[in-house]
């Protein structure tokens, strides 16, 4: 053992460690950006996590963090690496080449990562491989660097011809090398990340594609609109559409690659490609998308206007089996959902979308195309950049959440939401409105009932909406009298159905109960 070493002050080894790991993840993430962005050793790692976490993880992460959820992730990371990169400078300090082999060890399971994601080829080895190198030859040059500081500041080891300035300008170097090589990793680290997300977000591709004009259109009335401050729009703008999906880097797909086949169950394989697809009669549908981790009075839900093309037409190419029951649907990145067969056939809007809120769909949301179904929460039949639909039977098949103890069926509950007042906002005493959403896709709704602390349950105004398909906006004019107030909704659905008071959380197939919110009347 090199006693020399011994005396080299740990923190000098953490930070040899933390220059070298975020230099060298820094190198990674600037070469998978010239791959493709999702072989980032961090995007990778994170993705195998997210799979691999258990179901409660996830789950907390979702109601925790909401659509934040991957922000937070990422943030887990980087603390995690952090722990590791101080441990791996102080073990090559003092235990070397323990801590480069660390680091490698670090590549490699990037590596690991990398090629088990749905997407990889081999190529998607290399940004982990530079990445676990650059940290293991940084690291090793930057703790000799520190060890030769520390014999030269230690008394106990003066090092021959060694005068005070040469000690301090061996310091200055190390700390000077490391703050360039954390500096310059962190910025490839985040400067990689946005570059990442803006070219997405700017795809030319995307940018160049063309929808066609739709054979069916659908007129939203105006009237569905109320137009009160606060209330969520009838129609979500896109960039203010929940997103929840499991790609920490969205996946791109070139149009003119994608393909979508249809095979199992079948008298006939079908393979559909962009341009066969937008050749196709497109028809418009307005349909509200809800997730099943939606609290109650929760955002996880939007409405858009879609444009895509009945799945029940390219099924009805493919000739399902009789024994046939579902409908597994593939995301390019290994992302999967069950989706009832006849579901997916009888007359409901159930699309291949291409389009929303007359745009091609964003990168986010599934470009270039996705899953629309009407009645269903999303995780069980809104697979986004989907590339494969296989008809196969319940009893045979199951999917992404179900693996992880979602309910294989999964349709949208009845429920409701107060949008205003805000919870905890000061509303003046007087005349007051309280507004919202209610909705049961594919039901519809027929009423709204709203009850003030514990007075009578009094029947709201509904706005007009395309169709059951999608939520309702609802209001009640409201005298607010001064003190504490509490304001509960419930829905009556399109078949009478009250909804119900029961609270029940959001596994395994969506939460029931009212919305309830306290205001503070001046
Ligand atoms: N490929 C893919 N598609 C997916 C998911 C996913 O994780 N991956 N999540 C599903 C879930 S749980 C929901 S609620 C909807 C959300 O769609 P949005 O992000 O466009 O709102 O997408 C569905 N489609
Ligand atoms: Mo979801």
Redesign the pocket.
């Known amino acids: 053992m090199d006693t020399d070493s011994a005396a080299a002050p740990a923190h000098l080894g953490a930070l040899a460690g933390v220059a070298a790991v975020t230099l060298g993840a820094g190198l990674g993430e600037l070469t998978a950006l010239a791959i493709t962005p999702s072989s980032s050793p961090v995007a990778s790692i994170g993705g195998a996590l997210i799979d691999a976490a258990p179901a409660w993880a996830k789950d907390a992460a979702i109601s925790l963090f909401g659509t934040n959820d991957k922000a937070a992730l990422l943030t887990g990371i980087a603390i995690a690496l952090f722990a590791v990169a101080c441990a791996a400078g102080w073990l090559e300090l003092r235990r070397p080449p323990w801590g480069r082999v660390a680091a490698l060890a670090l590549g490699a399971v990037g590596v690991a990562a990398a090629l088990t994601r749905a997407q990889a080829s081999p190529i998607w080895a290399v940004p982990s491989v530079v990445a676990g190198v650059a940290a293991a030859l940084i690291l090793g040059a930057l703790a000799r660097r520190a060890r030769g500081t520390a014999r030269a500041v230690s008394p106990a080891t003066p090092v021959a011809g060694a005068d005070p300035d040469g000690r301090g300008a061996d310091r200055r170097t190390f700390l000077l090398w490391s703050g360039v090589a954390t500096v310059a990793g962190a910025i490839a680290l985040v400067g990689g990340g946005i570059v990442r997300a803006s070219s997405q977000a700017a795809s030319a591709v995307r940018a160049a594609v063309r929808l066609p004009q739709p054979v069916a259109t659908v007129a939203v009335p105006a009237a569905a609109e109320l137009g009160i401050p606060g209330l969520a729009p009838y129609v979500t703008p896109n960039e203010s559409?929940?997103?929840?999906?499991?790609?920490l880097v969205v996946p791109q797909i070139d149009p003119a690659d994608w393909r979508l086949r249809i095979h199992g169950l079948v008298a006939h394989e079908v393979t559909l490609t962009w341009d066969e697809l937008l050749a196709l009669p497109l028809e418009e549908s307005v349909t509200t998308?809800a997730?099943v981790s939606n609290d109650v009075g929760g955002d996880l839900i939007?409405n858009a206007v879609w444009l895509g093309y009945p799945i029940r037409a390219l099924l009805a190419r493919a000739e399902p089996a009789a024994d046939a029951d579902m409908v597994l649907s593939t995301?390019i990145?290994g992302?999967t959902a069950s989706t009832p067969l006849d579901v997916l056939t009888d007359d409901r809007a159930a699309i291949l979308a291409v389009g929303m809120n007359g745009e091609p769909l964003p990168a986010e949301?599934?470009f270039p195309v996705r899953m629309v179904v009407p009645g269903l929460?999303?995780?069980v039949s809104?697979?986004?950049?989907v590339v494969d639909l296989e008809v196969t039977r319940f009893a045979d098949a199951t999917a992404y959440w179900t693996d992880r103890g979602w309910s294989p069926r999964g349709p949208v509950k009845l429920e409701s939401r107060i949008d205003v007042p805000r919870a905890g906002t000061a509303v003046d005493a007087g005349d007051a409105v309280i507004a919202g959403v209610a909705w049961q896709q594919h039901v519809g709704v027929a009423g709204v009932e709203v009850q003030v602390d514990d007075g009578e349950w009094q029947a709201a105004t509904l706005a007009s909406a395309v169709s059951g398909d999608t939520w309702v906006q609802w209001s009640l004019p409201w005298r607010a009298t001064s003190g504490i107030h509490t304001l509960r909704c419930r829905a009556i659905s399109a078949t009478g159905e009250t909804q119900t008071s029961t609270v029940t959380g959001v596994v395994p197939d969506g939460a029931t109960g009212w919305h309830e919110v306290r205001v503070q009347v001046a």
């Open positions: 559409f929940y997103r929840i999906d499991t790609a998308l997730c939007s995301s990145d992302f949301h599934g929460y999303g995780y809104a697979t986004k950049w």
